[in-house]
């Protein structure tokens, strides 16, 4: 490991155990990304007072929920998941179909926000600090992304440890650490989202140009 990248993760570490202790009850909302895996390897190895929660939209690939388990089996740690309320779903397949996103954007807004931007507010009902895997360089939209902000929308600070980080340093991270990863992303996948909602992404793509869904509260 270079000592740049040595001192990025003893960076990320001091600041997790600062959340842990300034802003109790914290979270990491993760999208089980190659982000959040640097992220919950940080939180799980220095044993920190910081939940890890995932949304199951149950749209998801089965890689993607096969990081549950590897968390499991490496860490011994359970990620707690939420999951879309039944009722709504239910609703809005009877009423438009079960892939109706694919007709308009404000489908696809509305199954965004029954299957995420509604469990999401549930994980952070009551939570002081939320973390994201969000990174500058993942796109021109966040670009100005920073360390920590606030968020007005759940009330809560929120932090984008890995703001200032490259992809490449990501990925250096979890060879560093044998970081578990999903398989997804040797197939090409550079940003994971829904199973229909996501593709592998071509040279010259931003990092979230496969993710065609922009509603993705989770961070990744």
Same mark, same amino acid.
């Given at each position: 490991?270079?000592?740049?990248?040595?001192?990025?993760?003893?960076?990320?570490?001091?600041?997790?155990?600062?959340?842990?202790?300034? #802003?109790?009850?914290?979270?990491?909302?993760?999208?089980?990304?190659?982000?959040?895996?640097?992220?919950?390897?940080?939180?799980?190895?220095?044993?920190?007072?910081?939940?890890?929660?995932?949304?199951?939209?149950?749209?998801?690939?089965?890689?993607?929920?096969?990081?549950?388990?590897?968390?499991?089996?490496?860490?011994?740690?359970?990620?707690?998941?939420?999951? +879309?309320? +039944?009722?709504?779903?239910?609703?809005?397949?009877?009423?438009?179909?079960?892939?109706?996103?694919?007709?308009?954007?404000?489908?696809?807004?509305?199954?965004?926000?029954?299957?995420?931007? !509604?469990?999401?507010?549930? =994980?952070?009902?009551?939570?002081?600090?939320?973390?994201?895997?969000?990174?500058?360089?993942?796109?021109?939209?966040?670009?100005?992304?920073?360390?920590?902000?606030?968020?007005?929308?759940?009330?809560?600070?929120?932090?984008? +440890?890995?703001?200032?980080?490259?992809?490449? !340093?990501?990925?250096?991270?979890?060879? =560093?650490?044998?970081?578990?990863?999903?398989?997804? #992303?040797?197939?090409?996948?550079?940003?994971?989202?829904?199973?229909?909602?996501?593709? +592998?992404?071509? =040279?010259? !793509?931003?990092?979230? =140009?496969?993710?065609?869904?922009?509603?993705?509260?989770?961070?990744?």
């Amino acid at each position: 490991m270079n000592e740049t990248l040595k001192r990025k993760i003893d960076e990320l570490e001091r600041l997790l155990a600062r959340v842990a202790l300034e #802003h109790s009850p914290a979270a990491l909302s993760s999208s089980l990304s190659a982000e959040d895996m640097v992220i919950t390897d940080a939180i799980l190895r220095r044993k920190l007072d910081i939940e890890i929660f995932t949304l199951d939209t149950e749209r998801l690939h089965a890689d993607t929920l096969d990081v549950i388990a590897a968390i499991r089996k490496r860490y011994g740690y359970e990620v707690r998941v939420l999951r +879309p309320d +039944p009722q709504a779903v239910a609703g809005y397949v009877a009423d438009f179909g079960r892939d109706a996103f694919y007709e308009s954007v404000e489908l696809r807004k509305r199954c965004c926000h029954i299957r995420k931007v !509604e469990p999401l507010a549930r =994980a952070l009902k009551g939570k002081q600090a939320w973390i994201t895997g969000q990174r500058r360089e993942q796109a021109v939209t966040r670009a100005e992304l920073k360390p920590q902000d606030y968020d007005a929308t759940h009330g809560i600070v929120k932090f984008n +440890p890995l703001a200032e980080w490259s992809e490449d !340093e990501v990925w250096a991270a979890i060879r =560093a650490g044998d970081i578990p990863y999903n398989a997804l #992303h040797d197939q090409g996948y550079r940003s994971i989202g829904c199973a229909p909602c996501t593709r +592998p992404t071509v =040279a010259g !793509e931003d990092v979230r =140009a496969g993710a065609a869904c922009t509603f993705r509260p989770t961070g990744a």
